[in-house]
């Protein structure tokens, strides 16, 4: 069945995308300058690759060249989850991109702890259906985890060619969130790839992804667990989802699989929680939407920092990617599109039956190929919390047979602890983040670089607290 898959891919792309083009890269998709944006010395690429000429599926990417020395550093590349939220929005310009939106949603400014520091960044907008990119052919949007990775080992073809100086890189896939599904699978696919490649293969060394879905029985557990041991709901719930839901059998992860009481239970625990704080991160303050609504027709800025974070990016985010110079700047909307710029879709119809896949036995593959992983948590995140992503790695490092090679300690940052982590076999790390939330580099982008930074640059954590260099 694997090699049949191969041979379609084959099919779609042809023998081209095995051969190496002249150009350096592609002038028509070229970024000169998106409206507001300070100057900067790297260069910056955006457009569409056509996934399937026949329904008419494109995808979105948005590229952004290292700030130093790009002919000579990996290529990363970065997905958010949802399903069906974009990894433009959302990675590249509210978390590791090199821009952030202004406060009147009209300019952007420097992100100072970009990750293209340290590498080549490439974001997709994944699958077809999510923010700009799209089919012609309706049914494209009902989709699930098999054809999103398909899609995407048939985007990467295509964009080496049109970027073939970097078809021999280092590539690195990292993500956040749902892309604790989307990674690992397309990992998963390009190593099959390889396997039946006589010719091109890619050149995969590392996998790292955020507070990552893995397994879903075990992440709603761990929700709850944290709910309780952080003051967020009562003990009496809490005891309630101990006694009444046994997370432990619902072996299908089916969202429905839950008897009634520990529906009910579990529902009053998110509404009690979600109704006063951001889940996502329970130490945030929240966006009040009129004051973000003021502040974009007004066009001028209000302070509404929480420990240093713009908590209304989003509806700036949203404002500018809807203007019409912005997506003609980024050679985006080419088809005008019947709806707007969202940051999650509102067109796409996901498999509900794949949000339950258990992720555990690919990543075994993945570690098994000799690529090293790495799962990092944010310790504010109540939605997929650490407790849970730690057990299942360690279960994972005991299947494998893997001895600890760095016991679970502080790791430092600035003379400061950065957070904690673990590592298996000298391949497999766990890695928490301390004030971190679902979205860690939005959260904490210092903290976040340089784990992303050690990360692809093949370093451990520092177990010293002499000061790091940004």
Known sequence: MRRCWFFEVLAVVGCACLVGNV?????????????????????????????????????????????????????????????????????????????????DGRGLRINSRSWNKASNLLFIESPAGVGWSYSNTTSDYNTGDASTANDLVVFFLKWYEKFPSYKSRELFLTGESYAGHYIPQLADALLNFNANSTDFKFNIKGVAIGNPLLKLGSFRQSRYEYYWSHGLISDELGLTIKKECNFDDDVSGSINNVSTSCENAMSEASDSVGQYINDYDIILDVC????????????????????????????????????????????????????????????????????????????????????????????????????????????????????ITVPYGAWFHGGQVGGWAIEYGNILTFATVRGASHMVPYAQPSRALHLFSDFVLGRRLPNATLPSID
């Not at 979105?60 to 590349?77: G, K, R």
């Not at 050679?331 to 019947?338: D, E, Q, S």
């Not at 310790?379 to 490092?397: C, F, Y």
Request: a negative charge.
């Open 23 to 103: 150009v350096g890269y592609p002038t028509e998709d070229l970024v000169e300058n998106l409206p507001g944006q300070p100057h900067v010395g790297f260069k910056q690429f955006a457009g569409y690759v056509d996934i399937d000429v026949k329904t008419g599926k494109s995808l979105f990417y948005y590229f952004v060249e290292a700030d130093h020395d790009p002919q000579n550093t990996a290529l990363t590349l970065w997905l958010n989850g949802g399903p069906g939220c974009s990894s433009i929005g959302g990675g590249a310009f509210t978390e590791l991109g090199p821009f952030y939106p202004r406060g």
């Open 288 to 403: 009040y939407p009129a004051i973000a609504e003021q502040e974009l027709r007004l066009h001028k800025s209000i302070t509404k920092l929480s420990i240093g974070v713009d908590v209304c990016m989003s509806r700036e985010r949203s404002f500018y990617f809807n203007l019409p110079e912005v997506q003609k700047a980024l050679h985006a909307n080419r088809t005008n599109l019947p709806y707007k710029w969202t940051t999650c879709s509102d067109v796409l119809n996901y498999s509900e039956t794949d949000i339950s896949i258990n992720i555990i036995p690919i990543l075994k593959r993945i570690v098994q190929n000799h690529i090293k992983v790495w799962i990092f948590s944010g310790d504010q995140d109540s939605v997929v919390p650490l407790t849970g992503t730690r057990t299942l790695i360690r279960e994972l490092a005991q299947e494998l047979n893997f001895n």
